[in-house]
């Protein structure tokens, strides 16, 4: 079977997010998780010509053709840093914070709609449903509903295959609808428990592929834009995403995938306008300088084809964090997982 590479730039997106093309022609489609904290991105490919595996984390879709995925998530975060160390909870007491966050849970079901339009264009569609459990020291809080909505365009912009190995750049433009409630009544929630930004935000990306047999290689890089304040009166920062992967197609039926992805979130402007002196006294949850701002994490994926039903595809994928940084005091992030299941039709 031979083996092109065709490449869509991916979430949040973190974030949950490679190419291979084959034979006949086909249009893009990426999966992206960089809508939530840390997201990023963890969604998987798979075959529009159900005929192999393909490659994380970008899809090939075949023109006219759709593929539905859906992916239920789980995201940990556990221990509390100041910058680079960890802080204990007696300091965060002798500093004031007598309801600090110990840890969040967050478990997401993700959905995301492909459609190809033709040979270089293919759109589409992510959203979620997100439950969001806070611990903290005295006072258990929880959040749950729909997340913000992205409506994404993969456009191919340069390939060359005159050669052993095929070259592909493809620019992504999208934006992301605040279809996600904020808190902005008298008992706002903290920043960690928001389901979205509450702005309207674009998103910009390019991203380069290589393919050669059954290795594949490749890097993208995406900026997040938020637009105006939301409704509570502050916006998220910018969000830059950079990865790099490589991938193995170890059979017909099973690829392989690891990457590695940098994060860096600006600060947040503004805060919560319904924020009082308690709130902000209580715990540096309520602080909107208090986040991750840099990340690191390394993802390992797999992606499984069922032979019985070569359009229905299986994916797992395992982020772990090899360095985090705080700007003031906050929780980090631990492990995520997801599991997922996609189909073509």
């Not at 995201?75 to 204990?88: C, F, K, R, T, V």
């Not at 060359?160 to 009544?185: C, M, Q, Y």
């Not at 916006?235 to 990457?259: C, D, F, M, P, Y």
Request: with cysteine; aromatic share 6%.
């Amino acid at each position: 079977m031979s083996i092109r590479i065709k490449l869509i730039t991916r979430s949040v997106k973190s974030v949950a997010i490679t190419a291979l093309a084959i034979v006949s022609p086909m249009a893009y489609c990426a999966n992206d998780n960089l809508t939530s904290m840390t997201d990023a991105s963890l969604e998987e490919l798979l075959d529009g010509q159900a005929s192999s595996a393909l490659e994380a984390p970008l899809n090939l879709l075949s023109p006219q053709s759709f593929r539905l995925s859906i992916r239920p998530q789980h995201i940990a975060l556990g221990n509390i840093q100041h910058n680079d160390n960890d802080i204990a909870q007696q300091e965060l007491l002798n500093l004031g914070y007598h309801n600090a966050p110990q840890a969040l849970a967050i478990d997401r079901l993700n959905l995301t709609v492909c459609y190809g339009v033709n040979d270089w264009l293919s759109t589409q569609l992510n959203t979620s449903f997100q439950r969001r459990n806070l611990t903290n020291r005295s006072l258990n809080q929880s959040n749950n509903g729909i997340s913000d909505t992205q409506i994404i365009s993969h456009v191919l912009l340069f390939r060359d295959s005159r050669f052993h190995n095929e070259h592909s750049f493809v620019l992504k433009l999208g934006v992301s609808l605040p279809t996600a409630s904020i808190s902005d009544n008298d008992e706002p929630l903290p920043f960690l428990l928001e389901l979205g930004s509450g702005t309207t935000d674009a998103i910009i990306g390019l991203s380069y592929a290589n393919n050669s047999g059954s290795w594949s290689w490749g890097a993208q890089s995406e900026v997040r834009l938020p637009q105006g304040n939301n409704d509570a009166g502050y916006r998220l920062g910018r969000r830059h995403v950079n990865k790099v992967w490589l991938n193995l197609l170890a059979s017909e039926q099973l690829l392989i995938s690891t990457s590695i992805i940098a994060t860096k979130d600006s600060s947040i402007k503004g805060t919560h306008q319904n924020y009082d002196a308690k709130m902000l006294i209580s715990s540096p949850a309520y602080t909107p300088d208090n986040m991750i701002q840099h990340s690191v994490n390394v993802e390992l994926s797999g992606q499984y084809q069922l032979q019985s039903y070569p359009n229905h595809q299986l994916t797992f994928t395992a982020t772990i964090p090899l360095s985090q940084q705080v700007s003031g005091i906050g929780l980090v992030e631990q492990w995520r997982t997801s599991l997922g299941w996609q189909v073509d039709f």
